[in-house]
């Protein structure tokens, strides 16, 4: 009598995913991808929040370090345009142009911008030029492979206040940090970039006797701004009115907070934290 393989005895035949098996498969997949997508994207912006608001804190802590290794002097808080001729203080020199003996033949407009920012005041303090741009702006990578004048800064999302030795408005100017009161509270950079490329000059608030704002600021992180301060802390500050919102996304220059809905929190927060006598 033959005896059978036993191996043969437990042999299955081999068969691939039906149809059905298939597409409950795809399913599963495609709902495990509907409830991770939210949290990831969620993590994600967290993320870019995060990397910006080491960058202004990187900032404001070379914004210090430069008032102190020059004589208590504050670095100055313009970028060089029209009304305010490039002076060797500025924080931060335009995009060069061709006319710049830093200039060489091929630079791409990330370059130009690159070496105006090179050549401002506190870049010794702090030699990295990414730092001055927020992960989240998407400005720069709307501007990628077009003429950027020299006005213009795409890639740059930070301006400094005009009271902190901006010279636009007058009488109300620190020059030194023996000046500032409450240097906690005294507003530095702010996240800046109007949708035209044209983030140039020092971050200007009206008088408060007008109640309105004037240079807009920019909302990249959920409703919130990221905000450096003269003692070199930075933290993200919670906007609270609706009216404020819209001028982030629209960028609206002179906006005023709604009255009749009760807003104006937020200008009150930035006048306080724009200068101590400017309330």
């Known amino acids: 009598m033959k005896r059978k393989n036993v191996s043969t005895l437990w042999r299955r035949p081999h068969r691939g995913f039906t149809l059905i098996e298939l597409l409950v498969v795809i399913s ?51 970028v060089g ?35 105006g920012i090179k050549q401002g005041a506190l870049y010794k303090y702090l030699e990295t030029p990414d730092v001055y741009n927020c992960p989240a702006d998407k400005t720069w990578r709307e501007y990628a492979g077009k003429t950027v004048t020299q006005q213009q800064s795409p890639f740059r999302s930070y301006a400094i206040s005009d009271a902190m030795n ?36 020092s971050w ?40 404020t919102i819209r001028m982030g996304e629209t960028q609206q220059l002179g906006a005023k907070p709604d009255a009749a809905e009760g807003e104006g929190e937020d200008l009150r927060f930035m006048l306080r934290a724009f200068h101590h006598e400017y309330r």
């Open 81 to 115: 345009h029209g009304s305010f001729p490039i002076k060797d203080h500025d924080w931060v020199h335009p995009a060069i142009t061709t006319t710049n003996t830093a200039y060489r033949a091929g630079m791409d407009s990330y370059d130009r911008e690159a070496e």
């Open 166 to 201: 901006g010279g636009w408005i007058a009488g109300f100017q620190y020059k030194k940090t023996a000046q500032i009161k409450g240097a906690a509270e005294r507003l530095v950079f702010v996240e800046e970039e109007e949708n035209n490329g044209s983030n140039w000059g």
């Open 204 to 243: 200007i608030l009206s008088a408060p006797s007008s109640f309105t704002w004037w240079n807009p600021i920019s909302i990249w992180h959920g409703r919130s701004t990221n905000i450096g301060f003269a003692d070199g802390h930075a933290e993200a500050r919670q906007w609270m009115d609706e009216s």
């Open 28 to 78: 599963i997949i495609a709902l495990l991808v509907a409830i991770l997508m939210p949290a990831l994207n969620k993590a994600k912006q967290s993320a870019l929040k995060a990397t910006c608001l080491m960058n202004i804190k990187s900032l404001s802590q070379a914004w210090v370090i430069y008032a102190t290794a020059n004589e208590d002097q504050l670095v100055g808080g313009q």
